[in-house]
């Protein structure tokens, strides 16, 4: 018989059983759903050592993704974020903390949303905690409706 490698395999021989091992625990390993990092619920990491605004590289070792992927969320609306500066070349983006925690503790105790969706909700929320103090940038306090 003949492999892709042009290794030929005698018909008679079987897999060494440690090698077999190996190969199953690595598949197994490979299978297992990841656990997302615990957060906000009193059973893991609390956040507590964190900044109330994370940057990106913050953001994305939190949820377990990459920075690019993290702006990418920003620059389509699927994660909060405030730009602290914006230069002609660069800009200075932050996401609030406490929506990375709370989106990540909803995620482990099994909520199946879009991401959209829930920053919306979040968003909304925060809006209605905030009550009639909100400020909203460019808007006087009686054009708010």
Excluded at 27 to 33: I, K, Q, S, Y
Excluded at 92 to 98: G, H, L, N, S, Y
């Amino acid at each position: 018989m003949q492999t892709q490698a042009g290794f030929a395999l005698p018909l008679d021989e079987t897999v060494p059983p440690p090698l077999l091992e190996a190969v199953v625990r690595a598949v197994a390993t490979a299978l297992v759903p990841r656990q997302l990092p615990q957060a906000a619920d009193g059973h893991g990491d609390s956040g507590d050592d964190l900044p109330p605004l994370l940057s990106p590289l913050q953001t994305a070792t939190l949820m377990g993704v990459s920075r690019q992927t993290v702006d990418r969320m920003v620059d389509s609306g699927e994660l909060p974020s405030i730009v602290l500066r914006k230069g002609s070349r660069q800009r200075m983006v932050r996401i609030p903390k406490a929506f990375v925690l709370t989106l990540l503790k909803d995620l482990n105790a099994g909520s199946a949303v879009t991401l959209k969706d829930y920053t919306a909700r979040w968003l909304a929320s925060v809006a209605e905690a905030a009550g009639d103090g909100v400020h909203q940038p460019g808007v006087t306090p009686g054009e708010v409706a």
